[in-house]
């Protein structure tokens, strides 16, 4: 007389896998599971949340020309005027944020220096470089 046969060695092998999965998942439970998306402001990519836009100003007043960059920091932020970099001084203060402000807005007045030109916001991080869409600032007229 044959040895009468399990129900497991019945089913196809098809219905049999469910068992192996069960026996790995000990081993599943292990694995890292990816970290949570945050959105933009922890990836590698860098995306400008705000990008500075066309505006008039008013000579002797300040003005904030506005950049918000997201990113995986470090995420360093410098800005160009007429596409040559803007150096730091008294004159503009670079914000925590990564807008510019303008003390006082300059108006060339016989050779003397301007605020008037195409602005730039640049981003870095280790994962590359980001430019803003230029901003025209002009002075307003009297």
Request: proline share 11%.
């Amino acid at each position: 007389m044959a040895a009468p046969r399990t129900a497991s060695s019945r089913r196809p092998p098809e219905l049999r896998r469910p068992r192996l999965l069960l026996s790995l998942l000990p081993l599943l439970l292990l694995l890292p599971l990816p970290a949570p998306s945050r959105g933009l402001g922890h990836s590698a990519e860098l995306a400008f949340a705000v990008e500075p836009n066309d505006d008039i100003a008013v000579p002797g007043q300040p003005i904030v020309l506005g950049c918000r960059v997201e990113g995986t920091p470090p995420v360093q932020v410098s800005w160009r005027k007429n596409g040559a970099e803007l150096p730091e001084g008294t004159h503009s203060t670079l914000l925590a944020n990564g807008s510019l402000l303008i003390h006082h807005f300059r108006l060339d007045q016989g050779g003397g220096p301007s605020d008037e030109g195409d602005y730039e916001c640049v981003a870095q991080n280790r994962f590359g470089l980001l430019v803003s869409r230029k901003a025209r600032i002009q002075a307003a007229s009297k």
